[in-house]
């Protein structure tokens, strides 16, 4: 008997956006090409217009009552059950790195390992921010008086250009654990662990719309989303460094909340700051960067 | 307005407590000093048009001068400081101000024409309590939730308007210098008067020199403030548009920036409310300050049940607030800051007539000088026009009605803004629900205009973001985690 | 609030008019006492009224509590104030010797100043009505009377009318009830109103005050909601307190009923007058309760037939803090003489 299965071909798979809990193509009905770290062209990742990206925030917007409103619980345990496909499905998402990023399959593997604990991590933290954020606060007079974190309503987010995965991961979990809904430019030239990690999301019970990935041009999108009115806030990990001012300028048009890139070192020069290492355990911070503190006073009497 | 059987005598609070100077220089390193390339400008009182005194103006140069010297404070003297020892230099400020404290109303009430009931009882109180309150974290901020070893910015570079002067200085000053931050901050053009009293407490408090720097003057030592590359953190509290120009003129570099901006905030009063104390709720939630608040209610959501009865008993009310002298211990409502927002009151006031809606104001003599508008209210609003939509700032409400919760939170929601709203109902899970669901920072349920410095106050959308006051305040002056 | 209550009104009647096939009637007057037909459509009525949020409303008396009142003011106010009081003695201790001496000072409270004006009343126990009326007589100061088992109210009804009628044929002008607290925080709405009118007609011609004892019912919406019954049953003046009861009168319970007064006249078209009793002591109280008359119910209430106030040892610092502000010194505690 021979060893080893028939060769056969391969059925390619069709790189799609995310959006509303479908994969749709993009409107425009264009396509780039994705090439490996070595070069060779891996597949066409379809080339979301400014229309996808309206389309997105729309359904983003729409899947803010739901997702806001589901019980911390609630989403803990979806963002769980992100992990445990992630989980499922690490050979994948290995290849996907191994072939984008050039890592080694020691490396790839130890970096799927920790996007599924970084998951696990997150949905964690989903009905505790509250805890650690909020107070009752002792004001001097006859007042109940408490502040509570609530999510800020949609975010886009341009995910990290180089860390594929585990970077991609890092800047939407924090995003969607805490109520809010995401709109993804994914990075251009690395998009397709971020269409995989769609289907992830897609069979982990998360509500359509409340991720929306885009792949395609980061100069032509990000502007979009940065300008978008109806987008609260923006995470610009992944913008093009010769964009970031623009970008940060025309999100001031409807005083969006801004998490700008880390600047490594004190006067490290702008625009050429490296990737922050998405290895090291993250902070409450990008969670509270994307919730708004309320306060409610109410008085105390007979 | 008055009674006829009761008319109040005049109650004039003196004057003479307080020393004005006729001219006043920068505040900059412990000291008062003459500008180098800036001017002087005039402050006056806005309910008799007095000029009041000769305030400089910091040019670029003095700008710079003031943000040297926060640097050299930080880097040599505040930035080492221990917490405990910054904490007590805070905690003498807000001792003095509290001795100071007739003084300082009495000067609040002069240059901002704010009644003299409300800088005595209100501004002056909770400014003393701000510094008081943020002096006790100085020593603590391992435990305020930002990681265990938080550190300051730097240089605070702090614009702040003309509607609370000597608060809005405590909210900016207090929390960055309990932080160990330094300080640059620059008072509203029309009411410099109480910082710079305030400078004078900071010297009795032996704050160390550049710690605190006040720099005098208009839009344009703002702006070149804001943009001095010497400086870590801009705060900046005022208009939602130049608070834009802010964050615009701000992108690609690594300053941090807090805003607080406008509102438009709701008062929703259900069919259960209790009516009385609703009534107080909305006539302090726009006329308190003249309307000069950005939390102001300046739309009055009723339930259409008690509509009718509700404008009825406000007109009632109203028939009984005192327009007057600032200084007389009875007046209820003071004079318009200046004559800008006079007729950016009265465009507005005007525009609403044209769309429609009805005004009304009680029966008001207005005295001749000074710039005076009186309480008014506008009923029949709907949400197309422009009083239900822009801000005002001032003594002006808006009456719009609403059937049920869900539309009373699509109507109050229906806004770029976002700063507060107030509830009234006596029904527990109704209160909570729409404290849930309104989308603004503050929200005050049968209650209006409460603020306390343990209380985070800020926006939602475009009435900025970052909250002053509470534990969560202090983010706003620290980098407490690594990565963001 | 008036156009809320008269459509509630109107709708109570609607409901209570049903089985009799009319149409609804238009006299306010005759609305509100159809409510007390039956004690559900009296509770129904009174828990509809909009309740009182306790902080706010100890905030808005706080605030009417800063009003400065100076000079001309101050003047008049003072003369107000003494021109309103129900000069008051009401211990087991009381003598004939005592009332007298009471009066005398009711109609010249200064004997050496013949501008200061006499009191509105003097208020005593029933059985010394004799000894005052004799004193007083036909004279601008009233003779009030407590009566109904003042101050616990705790007796028979039969009892408690008697005492009435003793008050009033030994020539009361004014009788002070207490009303039943018992049945009122039990819930027995319409037993407390039932008393209230048959005192109303045991009175005849004199004046009813109803004593709500605002202490003993301990919540300001049981204050409104004992305000409106008492109003409903006929009262000419709800008063606050016996003043035998700690808290008694306090600015925001004077305002709740203040309120109720002012919203019943809308109603109603009449017109009840409120007295405040117990721990008011000095002329700084007594202005601010003014204040309080002045902007919320308005200055229709500001005379001695609308508001009142029981007190004792207030004259005298009425009399002190006037002689003050026309002489510019302050008087010695003897210049002025004892009740």
């Given at each position: 008997m021979p060893d080893g299965p028939e060769p056969r071909l391969a059925v390619n798979k069709t790189y799609k956006l995310y959006l509303g809990g479908a994969f749709p193509r993009s409107e425009s009905g264009r396509s780039y090409v994705v090439s490996s770290h070595e070069g060779r062209s891996l597949a066409n990742a379809a080339l979301a217009s400014r229309k996808d990206l309206r389309d997105a925030v729309v359904a983003a917007r729409k899947a803010v009552p739901g997702w806001s409103g589901a019980t911390a619980y609630l989403r803990g345990q979806i963002l769980y059950r992100a992990a445990e496909m992630l989980e499922g499905r690490q050979a994948q998402f290995v290849e996907d790195l191994v072939l984008g990023e050039g890592l080694t399959r020691h490396a790839a593997s130890a970096t799927v390992g920790l996007t599924v604990d970084r998951l696990v991590w997150y949905a964690g933290w989903s009905d505790k921010l509250a805890q650690v954020a909020g107070s009752a606060n002792p004001v001097a007079g006859p007042y109940f008086d408490f502040s509570i974190p609530e999510p800020t309503g949609v975010v886009g987010v341009l995910a990290p250009q180089a860390s594929s995965l585990l970077g991609l991961v890092s800047v939407v979990a924090p995003v969607i654990t805490t109520g809010n809904t995401a709109v993804v430019v994914a990075s251009e030239d690395r998009p397709l662990p971020a269409v995989d990690f769609a289907e992830v999301l897609a069979t982990s019970d998360l509500p359509g719309g409340v991720v929306n990935i885009l792949t395609g041009r980061a100069a032509e999108l990000s502007p979009v989303l940065a300008a978008?009115?109806?987008?609260d806030a923006l995470d610009l990990a992944g913008a093009p460094p010769e964009l970031a001012i623009q970008l940060e300028e025309a999100a001031a048009d409807n005083v969006k909340r801004v998490l700008r890139r880390r600047q490594p070192e004190p006067d490290w020069p702008e625009p050429d700051w490296p990737e922050p290492d998405w290895t090291v355990e993250p902070t409450p911070a990008r969670m509270l960067s994307f919730v708004e503190i309320k306060t409610v006073w109410h008085p105390v009497g007979v | 307005m008055a009674s006829s059987r009761f008319p109040y005598a005049p109650a004039p609070e003196s004057r003479a407590i307080v020393n004005l100077r006729p001219s006043y220089g920068l505040f900059i390193d412990g000291q008062f000093v003459d500008p180098r390339d800036g001017g002087h400008f005039k402050t006056e009182s806005?309910?008799?048009?007095?000029?009041?005194a000769e305030v400089s103006t910091a040019g670029a140069a003095d700008v710079d001068r003031a943000v040297q010297a926060a640097r050299r404070a930080y880097e040599q003297v505040w930035g080492p400081m221990p917490g405990k020892e910054r904490a007590k230099y805070i905690f003498r400020v807000a001792r003095i101000i509290q001795e100071r404290a007739r003084e300082l109303a009495v000067l609040e009430s002069l240059d901002n024409g704010k009644p003299i009931k409300e800088s005595r009882d209100v501004d002056v109180p909770l400014a003393a309590a701000h510094f008081f309150y943020h002096a006790g974290w100085a020593d603590k901020l391992a435990y305020a939730g930002l990681g265990p070893t938080p550190r300051p910015l730097g240089v605070a570079g702090q614009v702040i308007p003309w509607n609370f002067p000597l608060l809005m200085a405590a909210w900016k000053l207090a929390p960055a210098l309990a932080t160990g931050n330094t300080c640059v901050l620059k008072p509203a053009e029309t009411t410099p008067l109480s910082a710079l009293l305030l400078a004078e407490i900071l010297q009795q408090a032996e704050l160390p020199p550049g710690v605190v720097n006040i720099v005098t003057g208009a839009g344009e030592t703002g702006a070149a403030l804001v943009a001095h590359p010497g400086v870590d953190k801009v705060a900046f509290t005022g208009s939602t548009e130049v608070g834009k120009q802010i964050q615009r003129a701000l992108a690609g570099t690594v300053k941090r920036l807090t805003l607080e901006l406008g509102g438009k905030a709701a008062n929703i009063v259900f069919d259960d409310a209790p009516l009385s104390q609703a009534v107080e709720g909305i006539v302090n939630g726009i006329f308190f300050n003249q309307g000069h608040v950005c939390c102001a209610g300046s739309r009055l959501l009723v339930q259409e049940p008690v509509a009718e009865g509700v404008i009825e008993a406000l007109q009632r009310r109203l028939e009984t607030l005192r327009l007057g002298d600032p200084l007389d211990k009875n007046t209820d409502i003071g004079a318009i800051n200046s004559p800008q927002q006079l007729e950016k009151i009265r465009d507005l006031a005007e525009s609403g007539e044209a769309e429609g809606a009805q005004r009304w104001s009680p029966a008001c003599r207005l005295p001749e000088r000074g710039y005076w508008f009186p309480p008014t209210l506008f009923t029949g609003v709907v949400p197309a026009q422009r009083i239900a939509r822009e801000e005002i700032f001032g003594p002006v409400l808006s009456v719009l009605t609403f059937r049920t919760p869900e539309e009373a939170v699509e109507k109050a929601n229906n806004t770029t803004y976002g700063l507060s709203a107030g509830v009234w109902t006596e029904k527990g899970s109704r209160i909570l629900h729409m404290a849930s669901r309104l989308r603004a920072g503050v929200v005050w349920a049968n209650t209006f205009n409460r603020f306390d410095p343990s209380s985070p106050f800020g926006g939602y959308r475009e009435s900025g973001f970052g909250r002053e006051g509470g534990r969560q305040g202090l983010a706003s002056y620290l980098e407490g985690y690594a990565d963001a | 609030m008036s156009a809320r209550l008269t459509q509630k009104v109107a709708v109570v009647d609607r409901e209570l008019q049903s089985d009799e096939g009319g149409g609804v009637q238009q006299r306010a007057g005759s609305d509100l006492a159809d409510l007390a037909r039956s004690e559900t459509s009296l509770r129904r009525f009174l828990h509809g009224l909009p309740g009182v949020d306790q902080v706010g409303a100890e905030a808005r008396a706080a605030s009417l509590a800063t009003r400065s009142i100076k000079t001309t003011a101050k003047l008049w106010a003072i003369d107000a104030a003494i021109s309103m009081i129900d000069l008051t003695t009401l211990e087991g201790a009381d003598t004939a010797g005592k009332v007298l001496s009471l009066c005398g000072k009711a109609v010249r409270p200064d004997p050496a100043d013949p501008t200061v004006p006499p009191v509105a009343a003097v208020c005593v126990y029933p059985d010394l009505v004799p000894v005052a009326k004799a004193s007083l007589g036909h004279g601008p100061v009233k003779v009030a009377s407590v009566a109904?088992?003042?101050?616990?109210?705790?007796?028979a009804l039969a009892v408690k009318l008697a005492d009435v009628a003793d008050a009033v044929a030994s020539g009361a002008d004014e009788v002070d009830m207490v009303i039943d607290r018992g049945a009122f925080l039990s819930g027995h709405y319409g037993l407390v109103l039932e008393e209230v009118r048959a005192v109303k007609e045991a009175c005849g011609q004199a004046h009813l005050k109803v004593i709500l004892e605002t202490g003993e019912l301990a919540t300001y919406d049981n204050v409104r909601r004992a305000s409106w019954i008492a109003m409903i049953g006929g009262a000419d003046f709800i008063k606050t307190s016996t003043g035998k009861v700690s808290p008694a009168a306090t600015l925001p319970v004077a305002l709740v009923m203040l309120e109720a007064v002012r919203d019943f006249a809308d109603a109603s078209g009449n017109i009840v007058g409120v007295k405040v009793a117990g721990g008011i002591r000095t002329t700084k109280d007594a202005i601010r309760y003014l204040v309080v008359v002045n902007e919320?119910?308005?200055?229709?209430?500001?005379e001695p037939d609308r508001f009142r106030i029981g007190a004792s040892s207030l004259l005298n610092d009425l009399l002190m803090q006037r002689s003050k502000q026309r002489l510019g010194a302050y008087a010695g505690s003897q210049d002025f003489s004892i009740e």
């Open positions: 978008h009115r109806d987008v | 806005p309910s008799s048009q007095e000029v009041l | 109904t088992a003042f101050p616990s109210g705790r007796a919320v119910a308005g200055d229709t209430w500001l």
